[in-house]
């Protein structure tokens, strides 16, 4: 294979599992022609422009350019409610009526809470991507862009052209990147954003960020004459568009339709905050024109904000691997954006004072734009005597030890006979990125350490059938998966054995380099 078929070939399998999400061939597949393919540049000196591998990220940039962007990217009018929606219909239908043109149709479609960005093709390649920043000229990303691995490196259209989308963090990249992250990301608007404004491109790359096309602002040979084209054609031209785009041709339909959105909107892997209806037509588009500030086909329908008032009915301090306690206030019921709310984190014992929650205490709380809900503060205004103080917990909730303070937060300093400490180090170690051991579950292994004194991951390895058989609710078939799963995973990765010790600090990542510094075992006993 040449380099240029091993390139075109990556870069297929790679529209296939991030764009089409219709992977091609396996992961153990792509990395062995990747593998090939590095190989072959450096054996032959050469890195062909859209080669998957200048999608790593070749170190810290010195700064950001400002890039002039081909064509100003306009901002759209927002209607806050539905009745500014309504009122803006009226607006365009007289002007259609007036400039006698025909009945318009309306494009729904999602839209997306990350970062705007715009992307530059040239002679079919990628040369160019920015930030939105004034609509007129922004910061040059190209390096941090390159790493989004659904933006296609070459297209099929050789022109010189412009497309705008939007760049986010899925929820699920958040809660996955948030497990082993020393510092968990909160938000994964600021996420997204933040990877993006960021120097050290290694840093974009880690995020795993994804981005929505669904505009043409510049294109040189070729006209669009609707939107439903505009976005045919940067499907053919392997873009990852929005999932969400239908025409509608009257007002009460594209309500109904944003109200589903807006009831459903917490089902989604990554945030929206509100829907845009566009007029579908582009002569009449081109014949409504703009404001002075936005173009009077588009309107931003933004969903009411996410925070919402309820009650702190208890407070619950869990243990974690490190001992760590962590308070959890137990809610009245909420329905935020769709999903109903019942615990939201409170950090620690500091955050309590400073948000000046008690029990009692009606508190504003936030959802969707956080992977677990967040209490912002104690709402103004209250009967403070009705309240009662969060007491600070001198012993710890599970063992009874007396608890030690680190700087802000608690620790139960029995490492080695707490409950919660043992178990969930064991559930950490049977882990996927660490043993691996898939049938041990988190109430498997609270009834191995109540029923069997399993207390360490060492116990773990010492179970027998018998022991197994004697427990409420094991046949035959559920402990011979639970030991062959034990028994698989005795000759692990290096990186995964590592990640399994737990050690503070030493996340999947951190591991990982262990691992490739140290090759074997051996060389780290
Ligand atoms: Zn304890």
Not at 489 to 515: C, E, M, Q, R, W
């Given at each position: 294979?040449?380099?240029?078929?091993?390139?075109?070939?990556?870069?297929?399998?790679?529209?296939?599992?991030y764009?089409?999400?219709?992977?091609?061939?396996?992961?153990?597949?792509?990395?062995?022609?990747?593998?090939?393919?590095?190989?072959?540049?450096?054996?032959?000196?050469?890195?062909?422009?859209?080669?998957?591998?200048?999608?790593?990220?070749?170190g810290?940039?010195?700064?950001?350019?400002?890039?002039?962007?081909?064509?100003?990217?306009?901002?759209?009018?927002?209607?806050?409610?539905?009745?500014?929606?309504?009122?803006?219909?009226?607006?365009t239908?007289?002007?259609?009526?007036?400039?006698?043109l025909?009945?318009?149709?309306?494009?729904l479609?999602?839209?997306?809470?990350?970062?705007?960005?715009?992307l530059?093709?040239?002679?079919?390649?990628?040369?160019?991507a920015?930030?939105?920043?004034?609509?007129?000229?922004?910061?040059?990303?190209?390096?941090?862009?390159?790493?989004i691995?659904?933006?296609?490196?070459?297209?099929?259209?050789?022109?010189?052209?412009?497309?705008?989308?939007?760049?986010?963090?899925?929820?699920s990249?958040?809660?996955?990147?948030?497990?082993?992250?020393?510092?968990?990301?909160?938000?994964?608007?600021?996420?997204?954003?933040?990877?993006?404004?960021?120097?050290?491109?290694?840093?974009?790359?880690?995020?795993?960020?994804?981005?929505?096309?669904?505009?043409?602002g510049?294109?040189?040979?070729?006209?669009?004459?609707?939107?439903?084209?505009?976005?045919a054609?940067?499907?053919?031209?392997?873009?990852?568009?929005s999932?969400?785009?239908k025409?509608?041709?009257?007002?009460?339909?594209?309500?109904?339709?944003?109200?589903e959105?807006?009831?459903?909107?917490?089902?989604?892997?990554?945030?929206?905050?509100?829907?845009?209806?566009k007029?579908?037509?582009?002569?009449?588009?081109?014949?409504?024109?703009?404001?002075?500030?936005?173009?009077?086909?588009?309107?931003?329908?933004?969903?009411?904000?996410?925070?919402?008032?309820t009650?702190?009915?208890?407070?619950?301090?869990?243990?974690?691997?490190?001992?760590?306690?962590?308070p959890?206030?137990?809610?009245?019921?909420?329905?935020?954006?769709?999903?109903?709310?019942?615990?939201?984190?409170?950090?620690?014992?500091?955050?309590?004072?400073?948000?000046?929650?008690?029990?009692g205490?009606?508190?504003?709380?936030?959802?969707?734009?956080?992977?677990?809900?967040?209490?912002?503060?104690?709402?103004?205004?209250?009967?403070?005597?009705?309240?009662?103080?969060?007491?600070?917990?001198?012993n710890?909730p599970?063992?009874?030890?007396?608890?030690?303070?680190?700087?802000?937060?608690?620790?139960?300093?029995?490492?080695?006979?707490?409950?919660?400490?043992?178990?969930?180090?064991?559930?950490?170690?049977?882990?996927?990125?660490?043993?691996?051991?898939?049938?041990?579950?988190?109430?498997?292994?609270?009834?191995l350490?109540?029923?069997?004194?399993?207390?360490?991951?060492?116990?773990?390895?010492?179970?027998?059938?018998?022991?197994?058989?004697?427990?409420?609710?094991?046949?035959?078939?559920?402990?011979?998966?639970?030991?062959?799963?034990?028994?698989?995973?005795?000759?692990?990765?290096?990186?995964?054995?590592?990640?399994?010790?737990?050690?503070?600090?030493?996340?999947?990542?951190?591991?990982?380099?262990?691992?490739?510094?140290?090759?074997?075992?051996?060389?780290?006993?």
């Amino acid at each position: 294979m040449t380099m240029r078929e091993m390139v075109d070939r990556l870069n297929e399998y790679a529209y296939r599992y991030y764009v089409l999400d219709d992977p091609a061939v396996s992961d153990a597949e792509y990395d062995k022609l990747y593998d090939a393919l590095c190989a072959l540049e450096e054996e032959s000196g050469e890195v062909l422009p859209d080669s998957p591998t200048r999608r790593v990220g070749g170190g810290l940039l010195p700064g950001f350019e400002k890039r002039t962007h081909l064509a100003p990217l306009f901002s759209l009018d927002k209607a806050q409610d539905m009745e500014a929606l309504l009122a803006w219909r009226q607006r365009t239908d007289k002007l259609i009526a007036e400039l006698k043109l025909p009945r318009a149709e309306y494009c729904l479609e999602y839209k997306f809470d990350g970062l705007t960005v715009n992307l530059t093709y040239e002679g079919g390649l990628l040369t160019g991507a920015a930030t939105r920043g004034d609509g007129v000229t922004g910061e040059g990303i190209l390096e941090q862009v390159k790493t989004i691995r659904s933006v296609p490196l070459s297209i099929p259209f050789k022109g010189r052209m412009e497309v705008q989308g939007e760049a986010v963090m899925r929820l699920s990249v958040l809660e996955d990147y948030n497990k082993t992250a020393a510092e968990p990301l909160k938000n994964a608007r600021n996420a997204a954003a933040g990877a993006l404004r960021n120097l050290d491109p290694a840093v974009t790359a880690a995020r795993r960020l994804t981005a929505f096309f669904y505009q043409v602002g510049y294109i040189e040979g070729k006209t669009f004459a609707t939107q439903r084209e505009m976005t045919a054609f940067l499907k053919a031209n392997k873009f990852l568009t929005s999932p969400y785009q239908k025409m509608f041709a009257d007002m009460e339909s594209i309500k109904n339709a944003v109200d589903e959105v807006e009831q459903t909107r917490g089902t989604l892997d990554f945030l929206i905050d509100g829907m845009v209806v566009k007029i579908n037509d582009f002569a009449t588009r081109e014949a409504l024109g703009n404001t002075q500030k936005f173009p009077r086909w588009a309107i931003a329908y933004k969903f009411p904000a996410e925070e919402m008032t309820t009650t702190v009915e208890d407070v619950a301090w869990d243990v974690g691997r490190s001992g760590k306690l962590t308070p959890t206030a137990v809610l009245a019921p909420v329905d935020i954006a769709g999903v109903t709310v019942r615990r939201a984190t409170l950090n620690n014992y500091e955050d309590i004072l400073r948000k000046r929650v008690k029990l009692g205490s009606r508190v504003f709380l936030r959802r969707s734009n956080d992977v677990i809900p967040e209490i912002l503060g104690a709402a103004p205004g209250q009967d403070e005597t009705a309240l009662r103080e969060i007491e600070k917990p001198a012993n710890c909730p599970a063992c009874g030890t007396a608890l030690a303070e680190v700087g802000p937060n608690l620790f139960c300093p029995n490492s080695l006979s707490c409950r919660p400490q043992l178990t969930s180090r064991m559930v950490h170690f049977s882990s996927r990125d660490a043993m691996d051991i898939e049938s041990l579950s988190e109430k498997t292994i609270a009834l191995l350490f109540d029923k069997l004194d399993i207390r360490d991951i060492a116990g773990i390895y010492t179970l027998t059938k018998e022991q197994l058989l004697a427990q409420e609710g094991f046949k035959d078939k559920r402990a011979d998966n639970i030991l062959n799963a034990i028994e698989g995973s005795k000759h692990p990765p290096l990186a995964n054995f590592i990640y399994a010790l737990g050690i503070s600090n030493v996340g999947k990542k951190t591991a990982g380099d262990l691992a490739k510094n140290f090759h074997t075992y051996e060389a780290i006993a």
